[in-house]
């Protein structure tokens, strides 16, 4: 079923070098002084429930800062003698755990394949971070993370010893670094977009597959097993965030995450799903009619929806502040729902946060970061400002309008009762304007009418 599809992939990008690391590296410590350490551990296993354990994923700070994608891990970044080391505490080479468990780089691995100068076992940490820590003025260090490194900092900060009396050694701020990293990872460079590329190429994709076996009868758990399994047919790991596959009124619940109802043939799906491509995230949203032909009072919601979209994308430029595009959204969805006689309030009345009417139907955001992680770091009012959009930064644009019948602290239209569209795209901001990562996913209502229940 997936080959057709997967064929009109492109090849799957270059994976980012060695080279790109140790620049991100070496622009991080461009921010540092020598005196200070930066630590970043890789979280623990989650488990699902007694000895079984989730599907392992590292944080994004060290996938950014360095690929390392293992378990058990810490990164730390300190400078001797006026050269910045980057060392790597992992797992040791196990035979034993390897044939349970899966083959793992060790330290040989680390050193060979990673932009790491000094690799140690994991079991030498107290003793090698403990004593860089004793040199060090200011800590770099999310708490919370690895309890053994918390406990190394908070002694290193407390000792007074002779050394600290005589020489005036020893930490003395502990600080969270990951305000830090999130600047650099707000700008992608064009190897983390090749990968986003690929991400949202194979998400666009997946939505098709899914308009294409659309039909009455079909549920929600199977419209998503298609896409997922389209992720992990095209290379994805998985998906980006869970799929939210909702149909008729559960398409007006904006985390709906069950997916176990049946389709009708008069109801509208949305489906908001994405896939994680070495570590990147793609995040499309897409509304159809199961019967593959809108309704009038469907297609006006959707053509208002796509419109509020358009203008939003319109305004994803350098230079302009990054709530932009949700004021683009708002304006051209609340003259819609005037026009359609569904708000009785003038457009600015309409539009105001505490008595507009838009926010009944309208309740969220337009656009949030995407990049390693789906609701990515930046500041987005850093000094309370609003950030000013610069090349090389990605967001979603993804506005919608919900009419959930079900709703008791409204009044539901009823020729829009339980109608639910979001439309959803990841927007790279450049020097020439938007660029729409997720532009193969069909979108405009003669496309999605021409491939709703037409399987390829
Ligand atoms: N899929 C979550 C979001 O759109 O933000
Ligand atoms: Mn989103
Ligand atoms: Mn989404």
Redesign the pocket.
């Known amino acids: 079923m997936f080959a057709e599809a997967y064929a009109r992939l492109p090849k799957q990008p270059q994976p980012t070098t060695v080279e790109e690391y140790r620049g991100r590296q070496s622009r991080l410590t461009n921010r540092f002084r020598n005196e200070d350490v930066l630590i970043v551990s890789s979280p623990s296993f989650a488990v699902h429930s007694n000895d079984v354990e989730y599907r392992y994923r590292t944080s994004s700070d060290l996938l950014y800062l360095t690929g390392w994608t293992e378990p058990e891990s810490v990164y730390v970044l300190r400078c001797v003698d006026g050269r910045w080391l980057s060392s790597l505490f992992v797992q040791p080479k196990d035979t034993l755990k390897e044939i349970w468990e899966g083959r793992r780089p060790g330290v040989e691995g680390a050193l060979q394949d990673f932009p790491i100068d000094e690799a140690f076992n994991i079991d030498e940490l107290a003793n090698e971070l403990g004593s860089w820590l004793n040199e060090a003025k200011r800590v770099f260090v999310r708490g919370g993370v690895n309890q053994e490194v918390d406990d190394l900092v908070q002694s290193a900060v407390r000792k007074r010893d002779r050394a600290r009396q005589h020489f005036g050694t020893g930490p003395v701020s502990v600080e969270d670094p990951s305000g830090i990293i999130a600047e650099l990872r707000l700008r992608k460079s064009p190897s983390e977009i090749e990968q986003m590329v690929y991400a949202s190429k194979v998400a666009s994709i997946a939505h098709e597959l899914a308009m294409r076996h659309s039909r009455e009868g079909v549920t929600e758990f199977q419209l998503q097993s298609i896409i997922e399994g389209f992720f992990s047919y095209a290379g994805a790991s998985g998906w980006?965030?869970p799929s939210?596959v909702g149909c008729g009124e559960n398409a007006t619940i904006l985390?709906y995450t069950a997916n176990q109802d049946v389709c009708g043939d008069d109801e509208v799906i949305l489906i908001?799903?994405?896939a994680e491509y070495r570590g990147y995230a793609s995040?499309i949203?897409r509304s159809w009619p199961i019967s593959g032909q809108f309704s009038d009072a469907q297609r006006e919601i959707y053509e208002l929806v796509l419109r509020s979209q358009r203008a939003a994308i319109e305004v994803c430029k350098v230079g302009e502040p990054y709530t932009a595009p949700h004021e683009a959204a708002r304006r051209v969805l609340a003259e819609g729902l005037i026009e359609l006689g569904i708000i009785d309030q003038d457009l600015e009345t309409a539009l105001d946060p505490d008595h507009g009417d838009l926010k009944k139907w309208y309740m969220?955001n337009t656009s949030?970061w995407i990049g390693l992680d789906?609701?990515d770091v930046g500041v987005y009012k850093p000094g309370g400002e609003p950030r000013l959009l610069e090349a090389g930064m990605c967001l979603?644009v993804?506005p919608g309008l919900y009419f959930g019948a079900w709703r008791p602290d409204v009044d539901c239209p009823e020729r829009y009762s339980n109608i639910g569209i979001?439309i959803?795209d990841d927007v790279l901001v450049t020097g020439d304007g938007p660029v729409i990562l997720t532009e193969d996913c069909p979108k405009t209502v003669e496309a999605i009418e021409s491939i709703v229940g037409v399987p390829l």
């Open positions: 980006s965030y939210i985390h908001d799903a994405g995040d949203t969220h949030h789906v609701h979603t993804e979001r959803e």
